[in-house]
Nanobody, 123 residues
Framework: QVQLVESGGGSVQAGGALRLSCAAS????????MGWFRQAPGKGREGVASIYTSSTFTIYADSVKGRFTISRDNAKNTVYMQMNSLKPEDTAVYYC????????????????WGQGTQVTVSS
């Protein structure tokens, strides 16, 4: 079945950076929306960034604009998210998603989800 495997999470101090990767298997990311989401303790899952893999289209949550950058390598079937100027409020489990079912790429209406990778930002 389709697998999305996230990596790159970890613990950093505020102001630091991390690069998350999402490798897809048994799913060709070309021509699809791919999204990054996060869920902090006690909160719902929120959309962070999304990319349409056959164009330059990207969309970001207001809270991460100018700090996070989503990108893709179709040849490697992988989506990335570079996270700079990290803040303690960015602490969450970050999930990769594929197979958008609706019209809003930042909604949680995706078919496939990874297991998540923890990002912890200390002050």
């Amino acid at each position: 079945q389709v697998q999305l495997v996230e990596s790159g999470g970890g613990s950093v101090q505020a102001g630091g950076a991390l690069r998350l990767s999402c490798a897809a298997s048994r799913y060709n990311i070309r021509g699809h929306y791919m999204g990054w989401f996060r869920q902090a303790p006690g909160k719902g899952r929120e959309g962070v960034a999304s990319i349409y893999t056959s164009s330059t289209f990207t969309i970001y949550a207001d809270s991460v604009k100018g700090r996070f950058t989503i990108s893709r390598d179709n040849a490697k079937n992988t989506v990335y998210m570079q996270m700079n100027s990290l803040k303690p409020e960015d602490t969450a489990v970050y999930y990769c998603a594929a197979g958008l079912e609706g019209a809003n790429p930042l909604s949680t209406r995706y078919t496939y989800w990874g297991q998540g990778t923890q990002v912890t930002v200390s002050s």
